[in-house]
């Protein structure tokens, strides 16, 4: 009795301490926690450190992580203005685009009809034609573009239809329809300047100046109720494009550029693109023209008149007319015929000099003046004297001189075709007939 009654106060004894000892951790616990809020703990070990086992094969390589940087916060940066753009207008009605070094034409608020446009807007120069910027406006038929510009935009000169010229002095680009439903039939641009930009409408040429003609290098252009003339450095007109607005077309003996005055010499080839076929032209006294633009050669041109006899023209037609018969008559494998312009030129001399077969007026023999037009021991010489018809003397010329050469004179030329012809006439007043002077020049 008295042993369990002492076991249960030393029970009783154990379970007050512990729960004194506990009261008094608890309360430890929390005094610490207020009084460090975040400790850090530290472990330990009383084991001794493991030695680590490699393996055999190589060891892998990895990226060596650099550390990690704060990000750094980039300054604001205004977003960059374009310059504006302003529209400006000059003294003249023109509508101006300045945008930085270069300047815009841009459209017209004048009166006037525009035959230059200005190059430079308050020393800014104008590099381009705006797209539709002239469309429509009263356009002088010669047009100069300024000097600096660069690019004409689409439909720029659309429905301007008194433009038949355009100057250029400086490689300009252009789009298809930059020149739509104009007049406009040549382009004239300098001697070095580029010509692939130019995109131009059917029948328009471009030209280039100081290019050679046969007549003199190309000096300006001209144009004249619709025919473009080619005017040269020597004092010459050659026609490039005949007028295909009309069906009769009579040219003048000269035509204008600046204050000079250029005698019409040369209709060239192809200037009947674009003619009426069937057309007539009247050729004024020293023009002439190429062999192809014929009907009978393939040409648009039905018929020729001189508006003088026995002028240059009307040796020509005469010329050209001789060709035709002796062509017609040769077989398709001989080569044509056709007037040659030195040749016309030595028979109109002797023409002039009414030759008489003995000597020139001053005394020379007959056959210096092949010598004066520069023809050699291939020009054979044929006159016709007496009371003959133009029909009689083309029927002569054409049995002798359209077959093959067979003369026991010319030997060396035998089985050859006499290629180019020459004729004049001169009316010997004591016989009261022309006579006909005739050069025929072995190939």
Excluded at 29 to 47: E, F, H, L, N
Excluded at 70 to 81: G, V
Aim: proline share 5%; charged share 20%.
């Amino acid at each position: 009795m008295h042993d369990i009654t002492a076991k249960k106060a030393a029970i009783f004894g154990g379970i007050a301490l512990a729960a004194v000892v506990g009261l008094a951790l608890i309360i430890g616990a929390i005094v610490g926690s207020r009084r460090d809020p975040s400790p850090s703990y530290q472990s330990y070990s009383t084991r001794p450190p493991q030695t680590q086992t490699h393996a055999t094969r190589p060891p892998q390589t990895h990226a060596t992580q650099e550390p990690t940087e704060e990000p750094t916060e980039e300054p604001t940066q205004e977003p960059t203005q374009e310059p504006t753009k302003q529209t400006y207008e000059d003294e003249d009605g023109f509508l101006i685009v300045v945008d930085g070094d270069h300047a815009i034409l841009v459209g017209y608020t004048g009166d006037d009809e525009i035959s230059s446009l200005p190059d430079e807007y308050d020393g800014v120069r104008i590099t381009a034609i705006g797209d539709r910027a002239f469309a429509g406006e009263q356009v002088y038929k010669r047009l100069l573009l300024p000097t600096s510009v660069e690019d004409i935009g689409a439909g720029a000169f659309a429905d301007c239809e008194g433009m038949e010229l355009v100057f250029a002095w400086s490689s300009v680009s252009c789009k298809s329809d930059s020149f739509a439903n104009t007049g406009l039939r040549a382009v004239l641009v300098g001697k070095s300047d580029s010509t692939s930009g130019w995109r131009l409408p059917g029948g328009v040429k471009i030209y280039r100046r100081g290019a050679e003609t046969g007549f003199g290098a190309v000096e300006s252009c001209v144009a004249l109720d619709g025919t473009v003339y080619l005017v040269t450095e020597e004092g010459n007109a050659v026609v490039v494009a005949l007028s295909d607005q009309q069906t009769s077309l009579t040219l003048p003996a000269t035509v204008k550029w600046a204050s000079s005055n250029y005698d019409v010499v040369w209709i060239a080839e192809g200037a009947d693109a674009g003619v009426r076929r069937g057309a007539t032209v009247e050729l004024p006294p020293n023009c002439r023209f190429d062999y192809s633009l014929c009907q009978s050669r393939g040409g648009a041109i039905a018929g020729w008149t001189a508006s003088y006899d026995d002028t240059a023209a009307d040796f020509w037609i005469t010329a050209c007319d001789v060709c035709d018969a002796m062509n017609a008559v040769r077989p398709s494998s001989a080569p044509a015929i056709q007037p040659d312009t030195v040749l016309m030129d030595a028979a109109s001399i002797l023409a002039q000099e009414e030759y008489n077969g003995e000597a020139r007026p001053d005394g020379r023999d007959w056959d210096t003046a092949l010598d004066d037009a520069g023809l050699g021991e291939y020009t054979y010489v044929y006159c016709l004297y007496g009371l003959i018809d133009y029909q009689n003397m083309k029927d002569i010329l054409t049995e002798r001189f359209a077959p093959a050469i067979d003369d026991e004179e010319r030997p060396q030329y035998k089985g050859e075709y006499y290629s180019r012809l020459g004729i004049a006439r001169y009316f010997d007043y004591g016989a009261g007939s022309y006579n006909w002077q005739i050069f025929l020049l072995v190939p």
